[in-house]
């Protein structure tokens, strides 16, 4: 039964709707070199001159939410015509394990044709991570930030990365690791699948989005009063502890047809995923 659960769900998001962190080539995390990298403010200019310095184009987009957000090309066009448009969300303020006040960046980094955001179901978007700590000079220094390409899970040319589910779920998710966990989903052939991430702000390792598991499923293809409707959901605990990285229970709770898809029967168990840090993934 478990089994069936998370491949059905699971499986229709993967490559469609979910993207495990990029790992391969990834270079090793330098503390020291980290720490080099100080800014005067936090601002979209300051940000987009010290990390994409000689890379921005002026460009114009046709898009009512993006234009709320500071946004400016990125390279050149791709063998598609379509451009890259780096898009700079609200900083999110936060603390970290020791009580040290945190900022977090998000450059997310969309397609455009032309002025139209490229915004296919099965597209997605790649986006820059960076977390900074203000010194006594006043001064912005870089604590950690993501590897190059990584890709967060993302629908319709968006990345899935929404301030207020990260601020709202930030917790410990790990001894000295400050994150947040939250549930995403899509719409795929009447079904409704839903997965929870969990987003690592570590200050000795690179910044990542993890897949943690299952996040439940609506069978949206029939009325909830139809014999063939069936449903479950997924609720998530962090099991706090002294470990380098917690532990997570999973609740799913509700319908699911059988191994043998023969009969929709209730469900309610837990298991728990554990994160390896060698694979960099919760299983």
Known sequence: MKKLLLSLSLSLSLGLLCANPTVAATPAFSTSQIAQIRLTNLSFKEIMRKFYSGQMSNISVDDEDLEE???????????????????????????????????????????????????????????????????????????????????????????????????????????????????????????????????????????????????????GNYNEDSPLYYGYEVSLKVLSGDTIYHPIMLTYKGEMPNKHNEQIEPIHYSEIVKFDSIKNIYK
């Not at 870089?142 to 990365?161: D, E, N």
């Open 69 to 219: 957000m500071p946004y400016i090309g990125l390279g050149k066009a791709n063998s598609d015509g379509e451009t890259t448009v780096a898009l700079m969300h609200p900083v999110i303020n936060y603390k970290n394990t020791a009580g040290e006040q945190r900022y977090l960046i998000i450059i997310e980094k969309v397609q455009f044709a032309g002025r139209i955001l490229v915004s296919c179901h099965a597209c997605s978007a790649t986006a820059d991570l960076y977390s900074f700590k203000k010194l006594d000079n006043g001064l912005f220094q870089l604590v950690s930030r993501t590897p190059k390409k990584v890709k967060p899970s993302g629908v319709y040319g968006r990345v899935m990365l929404e301030e207020k589910d990260i601020k709202d779920n930030l917790q410990p998710l790990g001894k000295n690791l400050i994150g947040s966990v939250f549930k995403n989903g899509s719409f795929y052939h009447g079904l409704m699948p839903q997965w929870w991430e969990a987003l690592h702000l570590p200050e000795n390792d690179f910044i990542n989005v993890y897949e943690v598991g299952d996040g439940g499923l609506e069978n």
